[in-house]
Structure formats: C-alpha cells, structure tokens
C-alpha cells in the first residue's frame, strides 16, 4: 500500500478548475522511479476524475523538472494513455527545459500523439482555451448485454470449491456493463453463502480505459466478501497487461496464467498451502 506522505503529496497535486473545464496534474519535481508509484499516482488521478461526476476535462500538465525512470516508462505511457482516452478532451503541457521537450516529442513520434508542449503554462492556458469541449447532457448508458445473456457464463464446482466466471470475448464498454456483470456474479454468490476460489477467464476479454475504475471497485468488493482466492488465465491479452500494470499499486497478486489448465493448478496450490 502507499504510504500517507506519498497519497496527500499526489493529491495536492491534482487541481480542477470548472470554469475552463480543465483538470491540472502538476507533475513537477516528481520522480517516477518505479512502475509502482506511476501506478499509484494514474489510480488516484483516475479516482480524482471519477469523483467529479464529469467524464470529460481538457488535461493541464506541468511537467517542470519531472523525472521518469526507464523501468517506469512503460507503466506511464500505457496509463496516461488510458487515462486520455478515458476522460480527456485535449492534453496540454509545459515545461520550459528543452531537455523534457526532446524527450515527450521522441515519445511522440514513437507513439503518434500530438506532444502540445509549451515554455509556460500561461501558454498552455491560452492554447486550451482554443480547444471545443465535446462535453455533452449526461445520459443513460445502456448494457451491452442482458443478464440471460451471462447466466451461463457463471458456474460453480462444489466439489472443486470453484466458482468459474467466463468473461471471455465480453467488452465492458462502461460502468454499467460492469455493474451488470457483477450484479449477477453478487446475486449467485450471495445465494450459495459460503465462500469459493474464482476461476476467472479473461481470453479475449476487454475492458475500455471508462470501465476501469468501476471494474477494479466491484472486483475488489466482491474478492473481499467471497473469494477464498483467484486465479486469472489469459494468453497474452491488453487486458492481462493492465491488470499487472494495476496490481503493482492496488496490493494485489494478479494471478495470471496462460492456460484454464495451468490457473487451474495454481488453485490447487493454493488449496493445499502452497
């Protein structure tokens, strides 16, 4: 878990101004030094966003004097992109040295985005204000499926004392298709009221970056109240990636295996105290 120091020092550096619709993360003077505190720092921005009730915000960055490890880049640029397409309407940044300059405009060129770099923030101010807020009147998200369409997607092997959820080739679009899903895991669960190992299948499985805090919540909730453990497989999928990159902050073993056969040896590991 993050220490306090580390949660209040991110927090004072994440600031929302209403009236330009825009949300300042001031990464000044931070050292990215691990995969985990970039983790860390992207759960509490993407928390941040979601409490706000708004799902878009054009994105202000002071990146003055940053330091990102080269362990840490691959956690950073795979969340912040997440994290812009989630919730931004445009990203700006500033910083005057030409050091970080070169640096965000190679990643640029490797990762195809617009860098929107400039000297001062009063700048990088005047450039949002030039940017179209797409913000639009909340609406009613719909599922992407019905619960029949998942009742035989959970089963249970008493005998195993395994509960297998089958979230193979299913897209959580939003937090409603998530809430539907685990709305129905809670429900069957509730019902057997003992506890299980999860089987979870991930194959082809995605979770957009607008999902993602809903999912990890009711995860996270229906692990605490139910789960004797879970074991995850997934060959190689965008998710299996996020789900480790995410792990790392949120106190977690992913539990991740390549095959339904190796996950299912893993419980049995862990059934016997291994």
């Known amino acids: 878990m993050p220490s306090v120091e580390l949660l209040k020092n991110i927090d004072n550096r994440i600031h929302f101004h209403d009236d330009l ?3 300042e993360a001031d990464f000044s003077n931070f050292n990215f030094e691990t995969s985990e505190i970039v983790n860390h720092f992207y759960d509490r921005l993407e928390q941040r966003i979601d409490d706000t009730g708004e799902d878009k915000w054009f994105f202000l960055v002071n990146l003055s004097a940053m330091q990102i490890n080269p362990d840490a880049w691959y956690a ?21 040295s030409e050091e970080t300059r070169r640096q965000i ?8 985005f617009d860098p929107n770099l400039f000297s001062t923030r009063e700048d990088a101010i005047t450039r949002i204000k ?3 807020s797409v913000r639009r009147k909340k609406h009613v998200e719909i599922p992407s499926f019905t619960e029949d369409e998942i009742t035989d997607r959970i089963t249970f092997d008493a005998d195993m004392q ?5 979230f193979s080739n299913i897209s959580f679009m939003h937090s409603t298709d998530v809430d539907t899903f685990y709305d129905y895991i809670e429900k069957r669960l509730e019902q057997t009221s ?5 089987l979870v299948n991930l194959n082809n499985c995605e979770i957009m970056p607008e999902a993602w805090i809903r999912y990890s919540t009711r995860g996270k909730r229906v692990n ?14 965008e998710t299996e990636a996020d789900i480790r990159l995410r ?9 991740i295996r390549n095959t339904r056969e190796e996950a299912l040896e893993r419980i049995q590991d862990m059934q016997s105290g291994k």
């Open 21 to 23: 619709q825009v949300m």
């Open 247 to 255: 792990a790392e902050s949120q106190g977690f073993d992913p539990n």
């Open 130 to 132: 030039s940017l179209k």
């Open 76 to 96: 950073y640029s795979r969340r912040g992109r997440a994290l812009n397409k989630a919730y931004s309407m445009g990203s700006v940044r500033f910083d005057p």
């Open 162 to 166: 395994i509960m297998d959820v089958n």
């Open 194 to 198: 003992v506890k299980w190992y999860f």
């Open 105 to 112: 405009e190679r990643a640029s060129n490797t990762e195809n």
């Open 224 to 237: 605490l109240q139910h789960s004797l453990g879970s074991v995850r497989f997934a060959a190689g999928s």
